[in-house]
RNA sequence: GGAAGCAUAGCUCAGUUGGUUCAGAGCAUCUGCCUUACAAGCAGAGGGUCCGCGGUUCGAGCCCGUGUGCUUCCA
């Protein structure tokens, strides 16, 4: 087979994913092996791919790939929710350009819509993540809008109401006046804001004076129900009690204390709008103020406000400052900058609102769920983030669930006209209830308008996607739950991990997840979140086809240390790629080497034996240690231990050492050996680099039906010989010196030079001394007891080496080195021995760690030895 | 205003109960090489007051205190 010159990876890819998929190597059913599952957390249906997924699902591909080359049953289940918010809008939006006003369809008609949207745009990141190479269970794909789902999501609210976890109240919340509907706090992202802090006079009832306070929102005087200032403040002590008129209106209002007040902000006095202000809202129910509510839910002024009516918000502060002027109330005007709310979905400023709203009393359910990660039952990778679960979990709030959106599980709450409600699964449970509850039949009810928050419906994620809820006990929840892993952001720690562990430990009476790993997050060069806004989110896509998905797979990886943000830049995927061109160069040459292959080359073998011996040991060690790895999470650290081991370990050590000559045969149990070796190499790689580990594979050798690496199972670890390695770590250190010294020296690689070698230890030499004699281009190698006359000499360790050549010898950088090299030790040896005649030392360290200081000191002594004798020599 | 995290080479980061030659890796830089697998490469090299100050200890990059700087989360 002829090999192309670079690794192609766009045919590679094709082929491979669809090889794999037609065998079903990725989709499992229970059977006896032990399971190893990972539920995606599911994307937005609306999402497409960004770096942030590609980092997420890099992660959990390399866990179940790792975990099914280790003989366990992996199922990664895909899938995506349904996203409320995200898709209502996306939906309206495509109505807008159809010409088709929202308020304008039945919200059947409106949901027909939606459907179709998402039959034909939704999920478009399911196959971007195949483009990935991930492994996914697609015969499980799951939407937390299926049709069992759904119920479910039903039912759990049903479940929650009856156990009396769920209240309806009317509390402040965040409104988004554009999407007419209620935030969460984290889909309200605060932003530093240019604003104006107007100064208003306020005049006394009673006294010819006047008060004067600070305000933004000059729009919202109109909700003024009190002014407040601090208790001990000298400056407004007389006012206690008495009470201020409204600018405009002339609503008569109290001046009341409390030390909420900071009183050198502003004027110090504030005013309290409780309607209208999260603090305004606290301290008026702590006041007993009259709550004077003069929005609209558009944001715009209602009669309450009696001026300015219809007005939208910004609209009225624009208008109503002419008119405090011409009051004589406007005082002055100065800039001021503050942070402002604004909403994730419609970046418009978030109103603070008064509203009725369905509440989960978090307090009621969220007991276990900090137990159980508290005491590790589910384990947090990194677990400093089990500092930032705690304090949220004891401050836990309420959770507001009601969105007032059409697309989503609508509410089961159903009502009369008097606003009496009953909560039932269905129109028909509802009217029995209501008339168990109210004593009276009634023919019609009308369900609640509103539907459930997204992640009202993915808490049940983990047990739903094996219908652990709506079907109890079934083969697959039995099996598959808990799972093993979540792969998630830190800053999803609230949304998902928190609430998905209440929801398991309520419905399942279990965790959900073993472990929790808590990816970076993806920023640019300057440190920037990456973002749609900002634009600095590369096309993922564009990058796969660029440098293709394994090197873009390494990209992400190898500049994500375990739990910390990472800077990526594009750059890290050109070192995937690179290292691609690597492996794909190894490749040329074994597979150069396979015509070539003589059974009776003894130069060969003799030559290549401790390479061999070398490299199956190096690679189990290194094997140790990756597993070692693995297990902590340090995913980045692994990627890299391999990434050394083929480039360095492999490619520049081992397959130079086993090089046969130019057109020289090579030993056929040498090459058999090269090949498993690099097989297991590939096999190491392939969860980070799927497909050209899948294609190298492949290449290497003939392979039978069914031998493919994807499901090859790794062989059980064994020890490595200290020895060995250790003689290969001063074989490589010879090396480079001595090419060090044909640098210094500027004798050219391609000039023979003769090797005599002053050790104490022969015999070891003898092993590695074909390989040394190739490598530093030798063309004799002999061992002498004293310094050689008219040499360049250099020290490693405690053995000399004498380099004859035909060059003339200048002695002065080699000197030079050999005095650096003295230097250093002599201060070295001052600080060993400093140490070792501390008495406290000696007293109270560990022995092995005075043994240890003693051999250090010997160790140095012998060298120094060496180096002068050197230094003599010349 | 409340809380947390971070500070090690030009850049991004490792450094696992304080003790092996501990001051490391990758990238970047410099020097020399088109050596028949690979210039997307090979060989070699240079580079750091481990943020400042103080403390604990025989011993501190690591532990404690404090200052400074940066970041994030929550008000």
């Known amino acids: 087979m002829e090999l192309s010159k670079n690794f192609e990876h766009q045919a590679s890819e094709e082929k491979w994913y669809s090889y794999w998929n037609e065998r079903k190597y990725f989709n499992s059913t229970p059977d006896e092996r032990e399971p190893y599952t990972i539920v995606i957390p599911p994307p937005n249906v609306t999402g497409v791919l960004h770096m942030g997924h590609c980092l997420n699902n890099t992660i959990q591909d390399v866990l179940v790939r790792r975990a099914r080359m280790q003989g366990k049953n992996a199922c990664w289940v895909p899938g995506t929710d349904h996203a409320s918010i995200a898709t209502e ?10 010409g088709i006003q929202k308020a304008s369809l039945s919200r059947d008609e409106f949901l027909g819509y939606a459907w179709e949207w998402k039959e034909k745009y939704g999920g478009i990141i399911l196959q971007q993540l195949k483009k990935m190479g991930c492994s996914l269970d697609w015969d499980r794909t799951s939407f937390t809008m299926d049709p069992d789902y759904y119920q479910s999501v039903i039912n759990v609210f049903v479940d929650l109401y009856n156990k009396g976890y769920l209240y309806r109240g009317k509390r402040m919340i965040n409104w988004d006046v554009k999407a007419k509907t209620a935030l969460s706090d984290e889909e309200v992202i605060r932003k530093e804001t240019q604003q104006k802090l107007y100064h208003l006079r306020y005049k006394i009832d009673g006294l010819d004076e006047h008060i004067i306070i600070a305000t933004v929102r000059p729009e919202t005087i109109m909700g003024d129900t009190a002014i407040c200032v601090h208790p001990k403040d000298e400056r407004y002590a007389h006012l206690h009690g008495k009470f201020a008129f409204v600018p405009l209106i002339n609503r008569r209002i109290p001046i009341i204390t409390d030390d909420y007040v900071t009183m050198d902000f502003g004027t110090g006095a504030l005013k309290v709008t409780p309607a209208h202000d999260m603090n305004d809202y606290q301290l008026g129910q702590k006041h007993n103020l009259e709550v004077v509510d003069i929005f609209n839910e558009d944001g715009t002024l209602n009669a309450d406000a009696q001026i300015l009516i219809g007005e939208d918000r910004f609209e009225a502060r624009k208008k109503i400052i002419p008119m405090l002027e011409e009051a004589g109330s406007l005082v002055k005007t100065e800039d001021y900058t503050s ?63 009601s969105r007032q959106l059409w697309w989503g599980h609508r509410i089961p709450a159903w009502y009369d006209a008097e606003g009496n409600y009953v909560v039932a699964v269905s129109h028909e449970e509802a009217l029995k209830q209501y008339e168990t509850k109210f004593g009276k039949s009634i023919a019609q009810l009308s369900q609640d308008e509103d539907c459930l928050d997204t992640w009202f419906s993915s808490w049940l994620w983990p047990f739903e996607v094996f ?41 399942q ?13 993806v920023r640019d060069k300057q440190g920037r979140k990456m973002s749609k806004s900002l634009g600095n989110s590369p096309d993922l896509l564009e990058l796969i086809d660029k440098y293709g998905a394994d090197a873009c797979r390494f990209g992400i990886l190898i500049s994500s240390p375990a739990g910390n943000d990472l800077l990526w830049d594009e750059s890290s995927n050109e070192q995937g790629r690179n290292f691609n061109n690597k492996l794909w160069n190894a490749l040329k040459l074994v597979k150069m080497w396979e015509a070539r292959t003589t059974d009776n080359s003894q130069q060969t073998t003799a030559e290549s034996s401790f390479a061999v011996e070398w490299f199956g040991n190096r690679l189990n060690e290194a094997k140790a240690e990756i597993d070692q790895l693995f297990k902590e999470f340090r995913l980045s650290e692994a990627l890299k231990t391999i990434y050394s081991l083929i480039w360095d370990d492999f490619c520049s050590w081992y397959l130079e050492w086993v090089k046969p000559g130019f057109e020289q045969p090579i030993d056929a149990e040498v090459y058999a050996k090269t090949v498993a070796y690099f097989e297991e190499l590939m096999q190491l790689l392939h969860p980070f680099m799927p497909f050209i580990t899948e294609e190298i594979y492949h290449a290497l050798k003939e392979r039978a039906a069914g031998d493919d690496l994807t499901i090859k199972q790794y062989a059980a670890l064994e020890t490595a010989d200290a020895a060995v390695l250790h003689l290969a770590t001063q074989l490589k250190e010879v090396i480079t010196a001595l090419r060090d010294v044909r640098v210094k020296n500027q004798i050219k690689s391609k000039d023979p030079i003769k090797l005599s070698i002053e050790t104490a230890d022969v015999d070891s030499y003898k092993r590695i001394a074909l390989i040394l004699q190739k490598q530093v281009n030798a063309e004799s190698v002999d061992y002498v007891t004293a310094a050689v006359a008219g040499t360049i000499s250099t020290v490693v360790q405690k053995d000399k080496f004498y380099i004859a050549t035909e060059q003339a010898i200048d002695t002065s950088s080699q000197k030079e080195q050999l005095l650096k090299d003295l230097d250093y030790l002599k201060g070295f040896l001052n600080s060993v021995e400093k140490k070792l005649g501390n008495e406290r030392f000696v007293q109270n360290a560990k022995p092995e760690v005075v043994e240890v200081e003693r051999k250090k000191k010997a160790d140095a002594e012998a060298k120094i030895k060496a180096i002068e004798e050197s230094l003599a020599s010349l």
Not at 89 to 98: I, P, S
Not at 386 to 391: D, E, Q
Not at 491 to 504: D, S, Y
Not at 510 to 520: A, D, L, R
Request: hydrophobic share 45%; glycine share 4%.
């Open 89 to 98: 809008a996306k939906v309206v939006q495509m109505l807008r350009e159809k």
């Open 339 to 401: 942070e402002v709310g604004y909403s994730e979905r419609t970046d418009v400023v978030v109103e603070p609102r008064l509203s009725l709203q369905w509440w989960v009393d978090m307090k009621k359910i969220a007991g276990p769920a900090l137990d159980v990660v508290m005491n590790d039952d589910v384990k947090f990778y990194p677990a400093k983030f089990k500092n930032l679960y705690r304090h949220w979990m004891e401050n836990i709030k309420d959770w507001c669930i």
């Open 509 to 521: 009476k279990e965790i959900p997840f073993k472990e929790v790993y808590f990816t970076g997050i």
């Open 467 to 507: 219908k652990g809820y709506s079907n109890p006990g079934n083969a697959d929840v039995q099996y598959y739950y808990p799972t093993n892993t979540l792969v998630t952001a830190p800053e999803i720690i609230f949304f998902w991990v928190a609430r998905m562990i209440m929801a398991g430990m309520e419905y």
